[in-house]
């Protein structure tokens, strides 16, 4: 799977309990996490903030999704 990295904004860094990495925007981020097969629980998601990654909370996340009125369709 590709994506295209837009640096105007936010980037989120998926890690996956074997060690897998993914880089997305909040665009790819569905499609990151269900092509990928990542389960609740097994997976963190980062997002950049001064150049320093820093954990997502539930309730960041969906803070996010509802800023850029997208739906989150996936369990975290």
Not at 2 to 18: E, G
Not at 25 to 39: A, G
Request: charge should be positive; include cysteine; aromatic fraction near 18%.
């Amino acid at each position: 799977m590709k994506t295209t990295i837009n640096n105007s904004l936010r980037v989120y860094w998926i890690v996956d309990s074997n060690g897998h990495q993914y880089f997305c925007n909040i665009e790819d981020l569905n499609r990151v996490i269900l092509e990928n097969n990542l389960r609740a629980g097994y997976f963190k998601i980062y997002h950049f903030w001064n150049n320093k990654p820093e954990r997502v909370s539930k309730k960041d996340l969906k803070a996010f999704f509802e800023g850029s009125q997208l739906k989150q369709e996936f369990y975290y």
